[in-house]
């Protein structure tokens, strides 16, 4: 059973720092993708940053310069480093991971998802 616990989320004044963590546990062999998504009411939700197998950090325009997606192999767990937050970061968080599986006989790959985490940038 795979599952990803995030925590470090909470109520920060613009211009603050969090830091988020998700930490997967279970059967795993590899990890194609971890990243983090942000949820607002009403949107759907976003990629705003992810780390590939490789250590390819990739970041939605508006977080560049502001957030990085450090990780440790050695605890299969990923963070969010959000600095310089503003209001418009705020929403709820979640940490998704990219498995690969079979399907079918065939190669595939399998997405799961934390239960999110609420970042809430007060002006």
């Known amino acids: 059973q795979v599952q990803l616990v995030e925590s470090g989320g909470g109520l920060v004044q613009a211009g603050g720092s969090l830091r988020l963590s998700c930490a997967l546990s279970g059967h795993i062999d590899s990890i194609n993708v971890m990243g983090w998504y942000r949820q607002v009411p009403g949107k759907q939700r976003e990629l705003v940053a992810e780390?590939?197998?490789?250590?390819?950090?990739n970041y939605v325009d508006s977080v560049k310069g502001r957030f990085t997606i450090p990780r440790d192999n050695a605890k299969n767990t990923i963070y969010l480093q959000m600095n310089s937050l503003k209001p418009e970061d705020a929403g709820v968080y979640y940490c998704?991971?990219?498995?690969?599986?079979?399907?079918?006989?065939?190669?595939?790959?399998?997405?799961?998802w934390g239960q999110g985490t609420q970042v809430t940038v007060s002006s």
């Open positions: 780390l590939t197998r490789g250590g390819a950090a």
């Open positions: 998704k991971a990219v498995l690969p599986g079979w399907l079918n006989g065939k190669p595939s790959t399998y997405d799961f």
